[in-house]
């Protein structure tokens, strides 16, 4: 899996975006993801992400936003009422569960970018992957691995794959 890429028959114009809503410790992520916000900008591509202004999620959802790109919100209902993660960038879309969060985000988007997070955050890069083995989607998940965050993650998947408990693809 590590270093797998492929060219897809089209460009690129909506990503999802999954992550967490911290900054973590190393300021490595922050600055990447600032990087990522104008790269984005910079490639006219749009944004859909878990909602909410803070941590990581909320600092490229803040950069394409306010750089004029469109942004979406995908945020569940028990965290929209409670505003925990404040005011969302762009169109905000209350749904039911992450369950939901993660299949409407798969209907807008035409690939998705994980940032580095917790077990939310692989809660929906498992569903993803999960998805893709079961034919429900065949969007391309990038890992931002920054600073090396998710290279245990790859290990696994690349362990996985060769005891045959999943596809490489």
């Not at 492929?6 to 990447?32: C, D, E, Q, W």
């Not at 984005?40 to 749009?46: F, N």
């Not at 803040?62 to 945020?75: A, D, E, P, Q, W």
């Not at 939901?100 to 929906?124: K, R, W």
Request: glycine letters at 12%; aromatic letters at 12%.
């Amino acid at each position: 899996m590590e270093g797998t890429s492929r060219t897809l028959p089209y460009t690129i114009r909506f990503v999802g975006l999954l992550g967490r809503h911290s900054f973590g410790k190393n300021p490595k992520f922050m600055a990447t993801v600032v990087d990522l916000g104008r790269e984005l900008i910079r490639r006219r591509i749009s944004l859909a992400y878990g909602g909410g202004n803070v941590g990581l999620q909320g600092a490229v959802a803040s950069i394409v936003f306010n750089n004029g790109g469109l942004v979406r919100g995908f945020i569940p209902e028990y965290l929209a009422t409670r505003r925990v993660y404040g005011p969302t960038y762009g169109v905000e879309h209350t749904v039911s569960s992450n369950y939901y969060q993660y299949f409407e985000m798969n209907h807008a988007v035409e690939a998705f970018i994980v940032l580095p997070g917790g077990v939310d955050t692989m809660e929906g890069l498992f569903t993803l992957i999960s998805w893709a083995s079961e034919g429900l989607h065949n969007r391309p998940i990038g890992l931002l691995n920054i600073d090396g965050y998710f290279n245990n993650l790859l290990k696994f998947l690349d362990d996985a794959v060769r005891q045959n408990f999943m596809a490489s693809s």
